[in-house]
């Protein structure tokens, strides 16, 4: 999908995660790769350690940094408002601004969470954010700050329902874990959104760095999910299926559907969550996978017990 050539020396923060795995194979192969996890730089420090982290941004001289750590825990946010900001907004000005002064092309992983979700069509890059949590917030901080710095090149790719086949929480890392585990299951069907697999999150990504690398006007929000709708007990639904036809044990007889009043949590999930890719569509001419396919591809990445 991404033609022409990557910049060549990119900088993966959070590079555990799992969009971060998922970059490093994808891009491992055709540039230098530099992976850092939170002991060489860690958000909830950045802005008093900023001396030391922009004296090693200045020798590795990167042509990409890509933020893919955060606070990612939704519910404890509620409960640690100043630590999820410090990390997803806070210390992305800080990340800009460094950036910025070094002359690489920043990218930023952002989230569905910046919407309220109340609507019934598509979000799109220009739709007004209204997030409902901590969470939410933070992140939409995050992004306000990279564009207020004004960075040359800078890309802040909103995504939703991120899974992956890496040992890190995921839906489809508990579902396949809990079918195994239990005989019957509970599982919310009225929130709606499009399941990502993290690999096609990482493609779309090297192909975004190559278009803004050849032309910086491109630089900016773009949304990017698989393609197709589904709730959460659809998509539960779909990884049992494909996790039976691959050939796992699962204990599991019964998948109840229940509501999201039944299933409280401390923070407020947005009910519509899908994300109109249009703009990514048309900056790389291509059309995302359906979340399904990309479910297919992942559950045979999943090693089994």
Same mark, same amino acid.
């Given at each position: 999908?991404? *033609?022409?050539?990557?910049?060549?020396?990119?900088?993966?923060?959070?590079? !555990?995660?799992?969009?971060?795995?998922?970059?490093?194979?994808?891009?491992?192969?055709?540039? +230098? #790769?530099?992976?850092?996890?939170?002991?060489?730089?860690?958000? +909830?420090?950045?802005?008093?350690?900023?001396?030391?982290? %922009?004296?090693?941004?200045?020798?590795?001289?990167?042509?990409? @940094?890509?933020?893919?750590?955060?606070?990612?825990?939704?519910?404890?946010?509620?409960?640690?408002?100043?630590?999820?900001?410090?990390?997803?907004?806070? =210390?992305?000005?800080?990340?800009?601004?460094?950036?910025?002064?070094?002359? =690489?092309?920043?990218?930023?992983?952002?989230?569905?969470?910046?919407?309220?979700?109340?609507?019934? $069509?598509?979000?799109?890059? +220009?739709?007004?954010?209204?997030?409902?949590?901590?969470?939410?917030?933070?992140?939409?901080?995050?992004?306000?700050?990279?564009?207020?710095?004004?960075?040359? $090149?800078?890309?802040?790719?909103?995504?939703?329902?991120?899974?992956?086949?890496?040992?890190?929480?995921?839906?489809?890392?508990?579902?396949? $874990?809990?079918?195994?585990? $239990?005989?019957?299951?509970? #599982?919310?069907?009225?929130?709606?959104?499009?399941?990502?697999?993290?690999?096609?999150?990482?493609?779309?990504?090297? %192909?975004?760095? #190559?278009?803004? *690398?050849?032309?910086?006007?491109?630089?900016?929000?773009? *949304?990017?999910?698989?393609?197709?709708? %589904?709730? !959460?007990?659809?998509? %539960?639904?779909?990884?049992?299926?494909? =996790? @039976?036809?691959?050939?796992?044990?699962?204990?599991?007889?019964?998948? @109840?559907?229940?509501?999201?009043?039944?299933?409280? +949590?401390?923070?407020?999930?947005?009910?519509?969550?899908?994300?109109?890719?249009?703009?990514?569509?048309?900056?790389?001419?291509?059309?995302?996978?359906?979340?399904?396919?990309?479910?297919?591809?992942?559950?045979?990445?999943?090693?089994?017990?």
């Amino acid at each position: 999908m991404a *033609h022409g050539t990557l910049p060549q020396r990119i900088l993966i923060l959070g590079c !555990w995660g799992q969009v971060g795995r998922a970059l490093q194979l994808v891009l491992g192969p055709r540039a +230098t #790769v530099i992976p850092w996890d939170k002991s060489q730089c860690d958000l +909830t420090h950045l802005p008093l350690e900023l001396d030391r982290f %922009a004296q090693a941004i200045q020798t590795l001289k990167p042509d990409v @940094i890509i933020n893919g750590a955060a606070y990612t825990a939704v519910d404890r946010a509620e409960e640690e408002p100043e630590l999820a900001q410090q990390i997803n907004g806070t =210390a992305l000005q800080s990340l800009a601004q460094l950036a910025h002064r070094c002359g =690489a092309t920043l990218v930023h992983i952002s989230t569905d969470y910046v919407f309220n979700g109340f609507g019934h $069509r598509p979000y799109g890059e +220009t739709d007004a954010p209204d997030p409902l949590g901590i969470y939410g917030r933070s992140k939409l901080a995050g992004e306000k700050a990279i564009v207020a710095e004004g960075c040359d $090149r800078y890309l802040i790719l909103r995504t939703a329902w991120v899974y992956s086949e890496y040992d890190r929480p995921n839906f489809l890392k508990t579902m396949v $874990r809990l079918g195994q585990e $239990r005989e019957v299951l509970q #599982v919310v069907a009225d929130q709606v959104g499009s399941p990502t697999w993290a690999r096609d999150i990482a493609e779309v990504i090297a %192909a975004l760095m #190559v278009r803004i *690398h050849q032309d910086p006007s491109l630089s900016g929000i773009y *949304h990017y999910s698989n393609s197709g709708v %589904a709730s !959460w007990y659809d998509f %539960a639904v779909a990884i049992f299926e494909e =996790a @039976i036809a691959a050939g796992w044990s699962l204990k599991l007889k019964q998948l @109840i559907p229940i509501a999201t009043e039944d299933y409280p +949590t401390p923070a407020q999930r947005p009910a519509y969550s899908v994300l109109n890719c249009h703009k990514v569509r048309q900056v790389l001419q291509f059309t995302p996978p359906h979340w399904h396919q990309s479910l297919r591809q992942a559950i045979t990445q999943l090693p089994k017990p």
